[in-house]
């Protein structure tokens, strides 16, 4: 495990903000890249973060809690060192797939926490929902979270709408894997000579994976195989200029996304519309059939920059429990919050 401060992740406060309880917090971020941390207090936010590149395991009853709670001690004791917060009385740990995942974290993780940190409060949340948080804050509107997967989530603050976020296998459509899967599908028609093809994305296909004849051996064997296939989509933004074919998957990618964010947008109101995740840091070829798209499908909704990312949601879900502001709906599988009853 790498236990250490990530890009603007400095040392802790340098002026004396130590406290041993009380409004302490703990946010956490667990997804397919490992664990994110943060320790601070309701009062002043985020003191200090810390991160690990493993991620957490998931096994026959899902998130493994235990091997949770194995990487997150290590980086909660070090950040306790630099902050003097040492035992934070609310915690927020937003995780990947703990809406059909999450039995196992449902039932330890609160007792772990609390024994192990001293923690009170803890709120089990859905990455989409501190997706959501994290760009919006407690508002009306929908945010589509797009990296190697893909999912939409919104909410009128009385109930939470998802759609998406079914996997590489049966949905996440419009998401990396699914271009880079699409980008590909090109490229192989090319090289079999049927419609449909691109012959741009067929020499971009070879020169990152080989000759075409090979590809289903070296793809499909592997267990990071959405992450491969999202691999592609750069190749395919960057074909887009000129190539029709790649331009299409793109305007169909932003369709899908645009659907999807329509399937959870308040249609009352003036709700907020903000993306979020790696995927649209390719640009103009993406983004530009999508703001068409939402513009066509939810000429009411408000289109805003995210403000922060799934770490950062944590950290005002946290903030808004340890101090009884939290407006947000709870839903079992996606919010809920524990206080274990004599966890000492």
Known sequence: MTVGAGPGEGPGPRDGAAT???????????????????????????LARRSSQVPVRTGAR????????????????????????????TAVVGAAGLSTLGEALRAELPGALAREFGVRTTALVADAVTAYVGALGPRPGAVVAAGTGLIAIGTDLTAWQRADGWGHLLGDCGSGAWIGRA???????????????????????????????????????????????????????????????????????????AESAAAVCPADGEPRIALTGGLFRMGDPLLVPLEEELARRLPHALRVPAEGDP?????????????????????ESLFSVESPVNPI
């Not at 917090?25 to 207090?41: K, N, P």
């Not at 235990?66 to 060192?81: F, G």
């Not at 490229?187 to 449909?196: E, N, Q, S, V």
Request: with cysteine; glycine share 14%.
């Open 183 to 257: 980008g590909l599908e090109a490229a192989l028609r090319a090289y079999d000579g049927r419609p449909g093809g691109s012959a741009a994305l067929l020499v971009r296909a070879e020169e990152r994976f080989g000759p075409m004849s090979g590809l289903p051996g070296r793809l499909y064997p592997r267990p990071d195989r959405p992450a491969v296939l999202a691999s592609f989509a750069p190749q395919v933004a960057a074909c887009a200029e000129d190539d029709p074919v790649a331009a299409g998957v793109l305007r169909d990618a932003a369709r899908h996304m």
């Open 62 to 89: 899902g998130i493994d809690p235990a091997h949770l709670m194995a990487q997150l001690t290590p980086l909660v004791r070090a950040l306790s060192a630099e902050t003097g917060v040492s035992r934070p009385a």
């Open 311 to 331: 770490l950062d949601g944590a950290v005002r879900i946290a903030t808004a429990l340890a101090t009884g502001a939290l407006t947000l709906p709870r839903e």
């Open 20 to 46: 041993g309880s009380g409004d302490g917090i703990l946010a956490v971020d667990s997804g397919g890249s490992g664990l994110r941390v943060v320790l601070g207090t309701a009062e002043r936010g985020a």
